[in-house]
């Protein structure tokens, strides 16, 4: 690709790009990872920029780095830049889109299915969910999957966010179930069930994380093959 590199809003350590990064390396796509705190590039002449998870709430003012970070969606957003956003990338693309952004009425954590109405973008699951929010669809949006809790997937002109995380591995799936036991006994599952569900999904989810990068990829390369 003649381009330069896409740009990956890590926001911690533990919450790393993993197979999205894989993925990149594979479909010759460049890609440069800030952390949180750093100095965002001006998204306008990259490619696409992705947010990843955090453990930060994406509605919370508070949080140190949030305003730069919406400073950047808004930028690409104002330009054309297609933005990936996953779990609290997908909330955070989600409030600058007019949607909302708050506590769900229950956390998902685990292995779980959610209802693709777009298995060419969202291959059916199961999907890795770790987040105690939700957000809502914001106008205009189409929604490509959802759970009994809320929208899963949606997508607006060229970006996509989504609640669940394609870009886990098994092994910092088994991190976050032994870190954040909390979590896991909040959503009413248990940290050997976790594991179990890494093992037995661990090669399908790759499979499925592939496809959804791709899709999105097929958008942002769009109007360049057109």
């Known amino acids: 690709m003649n381009e330069r590199a896409a740009l990956v809003l890590e926001h911690e350590a533990d919450t790393p790009a993993a197979l999205l990064a894989e993925w990149a390396d594979t479909r010759d796509v460049p890609i440069e990872v800030v952390r949180a705190g750093a100095p965002i590039p001006d998204p306008a002449d990259r490619p696409f920029l992705v947010s990843l998870g955090s453990e930060a709430s994406a509605y919370d003012d508070a949080v140190p780095w949030l305003a730069a970070e919406r400073t950047a969606l808004d930028r690409a957003l104002a330009v054309g830049v297609p933005v990936l956003g996953i779990c609290f990338g997908a909330q955070h693309l989600a409030r600058a889109l007019g949607g909302t952004v708050a506590p769900a009425a229950r956390p998902e954590v685990g292995w779980l299915g ?34 009994p809790v809320g929208p899963q997937a949606f997508r607006a002109g060229p970006h996509l966010g989504v609640q669940f995380h394609p870009e886990v591995t098994p092994a910092i799936a088994a991190d976050w179930a032994r870190s954040f036991p909390d979590s896991v006994r909040g959503a009413q599952t248990t940290v050997a069930a976790v594991l179990a569900g890494s093992d037995e999904h661990a090669a399908g989810a790759r499979v499925r994380a592939f496809a959804l990068f791709d899709a999105f990829l097929a958008t942002v390369r769009a109007p360049i093959l057109g």
């Open 114 to 147: 959610v209802e693709t109405l777009a298995p060419e973008t969202v291959p059916p699951g199961p999907w890795l969910q770790w987040h105690r929010d939700a957000f809502t669809l914001p106008p205009g949006a189409d929604l490509l999957a959802r759970s």
